[in-house]
């Protein structure tokens, strides 16, 4: 059973870059899988964010495309999220998630981490 | 990007009663829609995926259907467990996969 941990720092300033990972257990980050982010703020609920594969390809929301990169780390079995000049809208719940490749959904999350934009 | 609209936006049922929760998609999305379970602080969890396939472990009580633009999410003899929030997810169109904006099932 593939599990997800989120990690990274709880509060980012304005305009400032958020950074987070996603440790995999359980299961190889190389395989057939797509490794997504998703978060869940109060005013827009659940927003997938993007997603990438274990070969490097990846899939972006275009309404933050400009501002992220989604990156893999298979030596370390992990992968990451950056967002870059971040605001108070950015406030949420990140989540990491498991799509299986084939599949349109989202199979398994991690628990979520709480990343608040303040100064 | 496909808007998904969920309703209601609360539900207020009592243990032993079945609730029934409606998503309906912008445009058509085939029968690509999943529905998630989230309890709080807790991640969503998945119940349905395209339409109408129970994941792992649900319980049969939990039933899907629907396809196009319609779709249905219901469950019978509702158990104290079951009272949560409920989203549905379109598997349709990327870029993006979209959310509704949640049920909230709760004990009358």
């Known amino acids: 059973q593939v599990q997800l941990q989120e990690s990274g720092p709880g509060l980012v300033e304005p305009s400032g870059t958020l950074s987070l990972t996603c440790a995999v257990s359980?299961?190889?980050?190389?395989?057939?899988?797509?490794w997504s982010w998703v978060r869940q703020s109060p005013g827009k609920g659940l927003e997938y964010i993007g997603e990438?594969?274990?070969?490097?390809?990846?899939n972006y929301n275009p309404s933050l495309k400009t501002r992220i990169i989604i990156s893999v780390d298979k030596s370390k079995n992990q992968f990451s999220l950056t967002m870059r000049s971040v605001t108070a809208a950015d406030t949420a719940v990140y989540y990491c998630?498991?799509?299986?490749?084939?599949?349109?959904?989202?199979?398994?999350w991690g628990q979520g981490t709480l990343v608040a934009v303040s100064s | 990007e496909i808007v998904l609209t969920q309703s209601p936006a609360t539900l207020s049922l009592s243990p032993g009663e079945s609730a029934t929760l409606s998503c309906r998609a912008s445009?058509?999305?085939?029968?690509?829609l999943a529905w998630y379970q989230q309890k709080p602080g807790q991640a969503p969890r998945l119940l349905i995926y395209?339409?109408?396939t129970r994941a792992a472990g649900i319980p049969a009580r939990f039933s899907g259907s629907g396809s196009g633009t319609d779709f249905t999410l219901t469950i019978s003899n509702l158990e104290p467990e079951d009272f949560a929030v409920y989203y549905c997810?379109?598997?349709?169109?990327?870029?993006?996969?979209?959310f509704g904006q949640g049920t909230k099932l709760e004990i009358k």
């Open positions: 998630a498991r799509r299986s490749w084939g599949r349109n959904y989202v199979e398994s």
């Open positions: 359980g299961g190889s980050i190389s395989s057939t899988n797509w």
């Open positions: 990438i594969y274990q070969s490097g390809s990846t």
């Open positions: 445009q058509s999305i085939h029968n690509y």
């Open positions: 395209d339409a109408s």
């Open positions: 997810q379109q598997g349709s169109n990327w870029p993006p996969y979209t």
